[in-house]
């Protein structure tokens, strides 16, 4: 874990990351803020690509909660077959559309605390939905974005609360939208887990990461 970095250089490294894609997006398909909540849930513990993959048409027949449950669960099963954990997965669906149409007239809520208390939806998933849909200032920390704010010193914790409560308190505010999706797109492609290219890193200079590849 390296040291927490001063303001300065944090300031640095995202107007660089700015600089490079002014707007940033998350890479999981979806046509509407239902969509994008089942499409987060059904992405624990898989990729995006597979999950795009699987909703594709998916979400062209089941785009809002009645219609999935008028898809039913043994269809959603054929879908998603798939994605890992896909039967607990497609039981979670159906009981949060079950929730949104009964509690919420078939609409997401855009209260964190309503979007955990859905099955399967969970503190970063209802960040991300948070981020990603109403373009709040909410982080979601996976492990692309645990490792990185570990590696950099940008977000140092030894847990994703205290590495989530380091990026709302250490990125200044004219980066907290776009901070997410920034920090996972680099360490999907840039500061990976195995084998990080270090050599093209465009933040090289400023990172402390000891480890570099060469």
């Known amino acids: 874990m390296a040291s927490q970095l001063d303001y300065h250089t944090i300031h640095q490294i995202f107007t660089r990351f700015q600089d490079a894609d002014p707007e940033p997006k998350g890479e999981l398909n979806h046509v509407n803020a239902y969509t994008l909540v089942v499409a987060v849930a059904l992405s624990a513990q898989a990729t995006d690509a597979g999950v795009n993959r ?66 399967g939806v969970g503190r970063k998933t209802a960040n991300v939905v948070l981020n990603m849909w109403w373009r709040y200032p909410a982080q979601a920390v996976d492990t692309h974005i645990f490792r990185v704010g570990n590696r950099t010193g940008i977000a140092p914790g030894k847990n994703v609360d205290i590495v989530e409560r380091a990026i709302e308190d250490n990125i200044p505010a004219p980066f907290q939208l776009h901070a997410h999706h920034w920090l996972i797109l680099h360490g999907r492609y840039h500061c990976k887990a195995r084998k990080p290219a270090c050599p093209t890193c465009i933040i090289r200079d400023l990172c402390p990461y000891e480890e570099k590849t060469q």
């Open 54 to 119: 699987a909703t594709a048409e998916l979400f062209q027949i089941a785009d809002t909660p009645q219609k999935m449950l008028d898809l039913g669960e043994d269809r959603l099963i054929g879908h998603i077959k798939t994605i890992g954990l896909y039967r607990n997965k497609a039981r979670n669906v159906m009981k949060l559309s079950r929730i949104l149409v009964d509690d919420y007239g078939g609409e997401v809520p855009s209260s964190r605390a309503a979007l955990q208390s859905l099955p």
